[in-house]
């Protein structure tokens, strides 16, 4: 019968030592998270600040091409050296174009750890009373499903601002 009591004890304490740990790497997880949540949207904000300073640069080299190619024109015949420069413009502008593609794909990574941010609160929230096994369903639960309702964004090509958004 002691040993048998004395057993009790010593699962009642390895449970409660297991949620201790739960709790300890569930809370730690979700600061990290947060953390991360925190460096992908000022990423996504240093992205489109960064491609709109250049889109508006580029747009206006571009037009002060155009306007100084059709000056030149009047004096002369075509300039093909201007053609050049404005297609490499263009281009550039196409190219740059991908940032919402990349913003996109940063959306849907905050999407996927806010989703697991609410799985570990929810695996916290049953730590009071201690129930590691129900802990470890919740966040094994949020692993699982962590991806669902997210979809890659699809960029077959980038053929004059064309990207397939989702």
Do not use: W
């Not at 040993?3 to 030592?17: I, P």
């Not at 053609?83 to 913003?103: E, F, K, N």
Request: glycine fraction near 4%.
């Amino acid at each position: 019968m002691k040993a048998q009591q004395a057993m009790g004890t010593l699962d009642a304490g390895e449970k409660a030592q297991a949620a201790d740990l739960l709790v300890t790497v569930a809370s730690t997880l979700n600061e990290r998270l947060g953390v991360t949540a925190v460096e992908l949207a000022r990423s996504q904000a240093l992205l489109k600040e960064a491609s709109d300073e250049m889109l508006v640069a580029f747009r206006g080299a571009a037009d002060r091409l155009v306007a100084a190619q059709k000056i030149d024109c009047a004096d002369r015949p075509e300039k093909p050296e201007y053609t050049v420069v404005l297609d490499h413009l263009y281009r550039a502008v196409q190219h740059l174009q991908s940032h919402d593609l990349v913003s996109q794909l940063i959306e849907a990574q905050k999407h996927r750890v806010q989703k697991m941010r609410d799985k570990l609160t929810e695996a916290l929230s049953l730590s009071h009373p201690p129930d590691a096994r129900a802990m470890l369903d919740c966040i094994v639960a949020g692993i699982a499903h962590m991806d669902q309702d997210v979809h890659a964004p699809r960029a077959e090509s980038m053929q004059s601002g064309s990207v397939d958004l989702f």
